[in-house]
């Protein structure tokens, strides 16, 4: 089992930025692929970014403007928000899948572990 808490949301403006983290306990994070979804109210849960062995993937909505990075030593991952938009408000979840199975970083399907989510709001 591996539990994962985030934090680092907030209420912000446009064009401002974010850095949120998702600490982990309980196993060691280097053994998963991580990955960030969001999810907007009254919309479904979307990718947003993974990391694995097998490389960094983020979705086209935030490319060039997030970037996800994991620091092993601390069992924490992070998603570094910049130049957000008003579409970026959503409450944002981590969750962590094993590194080897998974073949589809974009699924939810294909992580076994989450999240509570934090908030994110940006104002217009």
């Known amino acids: 089992q591996v539990q994962l808490v985030e934090s680092g949301g907030g209420l912000v403006q446009a064009g401002a930025s974010l850095r949120l983290s998702c600490a982990a306990s309980?196993?060691?994070?280097?053994?998963?692929?991580m990955g960030w979804f969001r999810q907007a109210p009254g919309k479904e849960r979307e990718f947003v970014a993974a990391i694995s062995w097998r490389g960094i993937y983020y979705a086209d909505s935030v490319k060039g403007r997030f970037t996800i990075s994991r620091d092993n030593a601390k069992n924490t991952v992070y998603l570094q928000m910049n130049s957000l938009k008003p579409e970026d408000t959503a409450v944002y979840y981590c969750?962590?899948?094993?590194?080897?199975?998974?073949?589809?970083?974009?699924?939810?399907?294909?992580?076994?572990?989450w999240g509570q989510g934090t908030q994110v709001t940006v104002s217009s």
């Open positions: 969750a962590a899948g094993d590194s080897f199975s998974l073949t589809n970083p974009t699924r939810t399907a294909e992580y076994g572990f």
């Open positions: 309980g196993r060691t994070l280097s053994n998963f692929a």
